[in-house]
Nanobody
């Protein structure tokens, strides 16, 4: 069992930045980690993922604006979000995956509005 706690969400104006953090309750070094988001009335979607050996992939909508990183020693995963847009507004969830296991955090709200 891995417990995940997200933090760093909040309200920001368009063009602003936020850094989300995800702290795990145990070692995540062998887990693929990801950030997902869910906007009202929409399905949860993958934003960014990082494999256990550091390979990353991003949704086309955030490519070049968001950066995912991990610090296994600190059991942390981060999502640096720059040039935020109103359409980035959503609840952001951290995920740890080691097939067939998958763990989720409780989510953190990100609101981008002027």
């Amino acid at each position: 069992q891995v417990q995940l706690v997200e933090s760093g969400g909040g309200s920001v104006q368009p063009g602003g930045s936020l850094r989300l953090s995800c702290e795990a309750s145990r070692s995540i070094s062998i887990y693929a980690m990801g950030w997902y988001r869910q906007a009202p009335g929409k399905q949860r979607e993958l934003v960014a993922a990082i494999s256990s050996n550091g390979f990353t992939n991003y949704a086309d909508s955030v490519l070049g604006r968001f950066t995912i990183s991990r610090d296994n020693n600190k059991r942390m995963v981060y999502l640096q979000m720059n040039s935020l847009k109103p359409e980035d507004t959503a609840v952001y969830y951290c995920n740890a995956k080691l097939s067939p296991l998958s763990y989720w955090g409780q989510g953190t709200q990100v609101t981008v509005s002027s």
